[in-house]
């Protein structure tokens, strides 16, 4: 399967909104910061993954990683390099996610991500309204990876 990895633009919001609120995810804060997301795409256009970067300051926080169960590991990572791309192009030098997945933190750690405790996280980032609520699942884990 050929998958078209690209960025988001204005038109895609509610194809997006409708795609991670259908995966549990909520899409607030999304219209400020679409175009720093990521889509992969079917043919025909249908979403099947998507992965969003929020710039903080000099870092951003990775967000909204939703995935469709036939997107294969590989194809992950091109997703993940196309992210990595956007934050290096708004000069970001780190990035950083939180996951409640225990089964992604290799896939993380894979890309070069590594584990963090809560109190290395710059200030900035724990006003995210994002991090503060998946902060509050148990299980979950801080990863960061330098740019």
């Known amino acids: 399967m050929t998958w078209k990895i690209r960025s988001a633009n204005k ?8 795609f991670l609120t ?19 795409e079917n043919q025909v256009g249908q979403l099947k993954a998507c992965l969003g970067v929020e710039p ?10 939703v995935v469709s169960p036939q997107i294969a590991q ?18 970001l030098e780190e990035l950083y996610l939180v996951t409640n997945k225990m ?14 405790n809560q109190s290395e996280i710059p ?7 994002h991090l503060k609520q998946v902060l509050t699942v ?5 990863m960061k990876i330098i740019l």
């Open 11 to 18: 038109e895609d919001l509610p194809k997006l909104e409708a």
């Open 22 to 40: 259908e995966a549990g995810v909520s899409p607030q804060g999304l219209a400020e910061s679409v175009e720093n997301f990521s889509l992969m």
């Open 56 to 65: 903080v300051d000099k870092a951003g926080l990775l967000r909204s990683f």
């Open 74 to 91: 590989p194809d992950l990572m091109l997703l993940f390099k196309r992210a990595f791309l956007t934050a290096k192009s708004q000069e």
């Open 103 to 116: 089964s992604a933190i290799s896939f993380f750690g894979s890309l070069g991500f590594e584990m963090l």
């Open 123 to 129: 200030e900035s980032l724990l006003e995210k309204n």
């Open 138 to 142: 148990d299980n979950s884990a801080i």
